[in-house]
């Protein structure tokens, strides 16, 4: 399993209680909450913690999500969310956060 750490994916061989935090930013409108926290939801991924603000019309969203440990189905989601993403207009960002 990669994960992007200071800019560089790494490999990390353990998953369980492994967390990431995923940054959205873009342009604000109705819904994307719910567009985003959906994709992970489908993949069984669990959000601990988020923040969210919307500044001069601009939507920041941070999210702590416990990783599934079945790594295909954490390549597949970061993928979709990705894709997400670029759909509704936000660039997404993935930084390993480590064990809590």
């Given amino acids: 399993m990669h994960f992007l750490d ?3 994916w790494h490999l990390v061989e353990d998953v369980a209680d492994k967390y990431v935090v995923i940054i959205a930013i873009g342009p604000d409108r109705s819904g994307l909450i719910a567009e985003i926290t959906s994709v992970i939801a489908d993949f069984g991924c669990n959000i601990e913690d988020m ?3 919307v500044m001069h019309g601009i ?3 941070s999210l702590l999500v416990n990783i599934s440990p079945d790594v295909s189905v954490l390549e597949k989601m970061r993928t979709k969310l990705q894709y997400r993403c670029h759909e509704l207009g ?3 960002t993935f930084y390993y956060a480590g064990t809590k």
């Fill in 51 to 53: 923040d969210q603000v």
């Fill in 6 to 8: 200071n800019g560089l």
């Fill in 90 to 92: 936000l660039e997404v």
């Fill in 59 to 61: 939507f920041i969203l």
